[in-house]
């Protein structure tokens, strides 16, 4: 049974880049076939999709956030990783990574990680 | 982007009520559409993707319907574990979109 689990500093400071790494356990991220995501739910709010990677590396990111978002993968540690730079208040919110397949959606998500941007 | 519109925001509904909750895409996307249930401090379950197929291990009570623009997930007798947050969710194109949330609330 796949598994997710996100890790990460949980207090980020303003202008500071956002870093978390989302561990997969239970099957290989270079098997193919699934996209791995980053998606974050504001404080009481819906969800938005940040971007995801393939294990050969591609990516692909929501053009709200793409200036600031890279998505990168460890195949030999089997995780996918999330930096968000120049993070700001508005940048406050659970993540979460997620598995997808092209046809299924987000099949199988990590448990989440409250992230605060404060000083 | 696409952008998803549910409805209702919130529905108060008692033990063995059908429910019903609408999404709405501002453009056409096929069957490309999954229904999640989530539950406070926890992440997002999937339901139904592509419309209506019921993901595995799923209870038969939920089910999806829908195309193009228009789509519903019923719960066919709300049992006390649905009381919940639904969110649906786009995936004919990126950027992925989801809908804002139903709350369903004891009455």
């Known amino acids: 049974q796949v598994q997710l689990q996100e890790s990460g500093p949980g207090l980020v400071k303003p202008s500071q880049t956002l870093s978390l790494t989302c561990t997969v356990s239970?099957?290989?991220?270079?098997?193919?076939?699934?996209?791995w995501s980053w998606i974050r739910q504001h404080p009481g709010k819906g969800l938005e999709w940040i971007g995801y990677?393939?294990?050969?590396?591609?990516?692909y990111y929501n053009p709200s956030l793409k200036s600031r978002v890279t998505i990168s993968v460890d195949t030999s540690k089997n995780q996918f990783s999330l930096k968000l730079s120049s993070v700001t208040a508005a940048d406050t919110a659970v993540y979460y990574c997620?598995?997808?397949?092209?046809?299924?959606?987000?099949?199988?998500w990590g448990q989440g990680t409250m992230v605060t941007v404060s000083s | 982007d696409i952008q998803m519109t549910q409805s209702p925001s919130t529905l108060s509904a008692s033990v063995g009520d059908r429910v019903t909750i609408t999404c709405r895409a501002s453009?056409?996307?096929?069957?490309?559409l999954a229904w999640y249930q989530q539950k406070p401090g926890k992440a997002p379950k999937l339901l139904i993707y592509k419309a209506s197929s019921l993901e595995s291990g799923v209870p038969s009570r939920f089910s999806g319907s829908g195309s193009g623009t228009e789509f519903t997930l019923t719960i066919s007798s709300l049992q006390p574990d649905d009381f919940a947050t639904y969110y649906c969710?786009?995936?004919?194109?990126?950027?992925?979109?989801f809908g804002q949330g139903t709350k369903v609330e004891i009455k």
């Open positions: 453009q056409s996307i096929s069957s490309w």
């Open positions: 969710q786009q995936y004919n194109s990126y950027p992925v979109t």
């Open positions: 997620a598995r997808s397949q092209l046809v299924v959606a987000f099949d199988i």
């Open positions: 990677i393939y294990y050969s590396g591609s990516t």
């Open positions: 239970g099957g290989s991220i270079s098997s193919g076939g699934y996209y």
